[in-house]
Structure formats: C-alpha cells, structure tokens
C-alpha cells in the first residue's frame, strides 16, 4: 500500500476576515455572457445573483450552514434562531460578529455568523442534538423526532387582519418595486410585510424562499415589533409557494396570514387550517386562491 504524504503548507487554511453588511442588490456576480436571441449572437455583460455558504455558530459551536444571499444577514441569524424556536425574544442574542472565509485565490469561501447566545437558550440548543446541516428545500434533514418537525405557534392575540383582494392587488404592484436583486438577476425569492390597505412596508430577498422569510422575520425582530400587537394590521406576502415551514415560520412570530405567488403544499393547508391561518396561494391581478381563511371582501377568487 502507497502511503501519499501530503504537504500541510501546500493547503494554507481560507483567509479569514470581518464581513462588511451589504444591501442586497450589491450581492451579485457580474460576469460577460453569450446571449442568443432570434438567431443572433452577442457577448453581453450580466449579473448573478450570489449563493454563499452561511454558517451559524453559537457560542463558538456550529450548528448549521445554509446557502444563502450574503446580505442581510443579521437579519437572517435573528430570524432564523426565532423561527427555530432557539431563542423567543431578541433579548436573548447578545451579539453577532459576521466573518468572511477566503480561498487562496480571493474568491468568497463562506460567512461564519458567530452568535452571542444567552445562557440557558444556549443550554437548551446542545439538549436539541441536532445536525441541519444544507437544508435548503425539505426543511426536515437533521430532526431527530416529529416534536422537532412541528412547532408550537406564538398564540395569536386579537382578530385575524384583514386582507382583502384589493390589498392584495396593491400589495403585488408595490412588491415589483422593491425587489432590486431580482430585478438585476430574476434568481431570488422575496417576502414581504403589508398593512391592511396593501402598503409594502418591508421587504428581504434571497436565493431561497426560507431565507427570505427568516431575514424578514429578522428584520421585524431587530425593530423591536411587538408581536402580540403587530400582526392585527400586517400580513406577509411571498413570491414563492408556500410550504408547511413557511406557514410555520410566520406562525411561530404571531402572524396569522400568508399570501402565496404559487401554490401551497397539502400540509401547508393542513397546518393553516389547524392554526385558524388565512392561506392564500396563486395570488394575481383580480384573482387569486383562499386554502384557509376567508378574505375580508365578497369577492370570489
């Protein structure tokens, strides 16, 4: 048997240094492509959007990596630690200091978000035993039990808001303008917050529809919402379909309505109809689909 011996300073570790916070319309390649086009051919510049390795590391220890757009990301770490059930109040993350991996060549490796977590969520994150690590579709790799599948949803306080198609209509028109990544690249997903009238108060955009949600939630977190008062006047709206973690996600923060570009899943519905949740999917210009809940006007859709 060969042995091969391997040169360690052949293989110097990634540079490692802080991660400036960018927007997201700055998180783009920009490359020269060959576009054809009813029979011509032309060298064009374009943008793409970036998908980067993420890493959540809690008090040194890491728990997930997730692909994802690198912006936003504070955002992203406040939600998805709430939406994960790993803390239940912003208070309870102390501080969060992003640091960026380099390959030899200078090309971005991944971003490590190192979490200052309180003591005993801290606790409780280590009695989970759970390994995430890539989920980005099924939202189920690494649960150990069904327990860990399902959640258990903020109790909603007060009615549900109410939304109605014409809120829904201008909710949409005021989307496509605040959407600055996918209109450079056409690859991101969006979420967004809307009042009752369909004003857009809020928007997070990324490479995957999950993603864009946390970062949503995050961002709503980092502004001190209150919760148990917020979600009586404000709904969310998603470019993608909505699936059972999507329903879940907004749950768990309170929210009580989720407004879907495409389709819902069977267990999306399942858990909408057990939460009392307005389900929304295949949401148009003067039509759309209603799988929980009832809109607030008569007309059909």
Known sequence: MTVEVVDVEACPLPASREWQAIDAEEAVSRLTVTRWRDGQIATVP?????????????NGISHVVMLATP????????GFSFTEGIITHRSQIYGIDSKALFHANGHLQGIELHIEL????????????????GRTGCGLCGAESLQQVFKQPMSAVGPL????????????????????LQQLTGATHASAIADAQGRVL???????????????IGS??????????????????????ASYEMVQKVAMSGGQALIALSA??????????EYGFLL??????????????????QESC
């Open 46 to 58: 374009d943008a793409v959007a970036e998908e980067v390795p993420i890493a959540l590391v809690y």
């Open 71 to 78: 912006a936003d990301l504070e955002d992203f770490a406040y």
């Open 118 to 133: 309180a003591t005993e969520q801290f606790a409780a994150l280590k009695a989970q035993r759970r390994n995430l690590t």
């Open 161 to 180: 808001v109410a939304v109605s198609l014409s809120a829904i209509e201008a909710a949409l028109a005021g989307l496509r303008l605040q959407q600055p």
């Open 202 to 216: 809020c928007v997070r955009e990324d490479v995957g529809r999950h993603n864009a949600l946390d970062k949503l």
């Open 220 to 241: 709503l977190l980092r502004q001190q919402c209150d919760f148990s008062t917020f979600w009586g006047q404000h709904w969310v709206l998603t470019t993608s379909r």
């Open 264 to 273: 819902p899943t069977a267990l999306a519905v399942n858990l909408a109809q």
């Open 280 to 297: 929304v999917g295949f949401a148009k210009t003067t039509q759309c689909v209603v799988y929980s809940g009832a809109l607030s006007e």
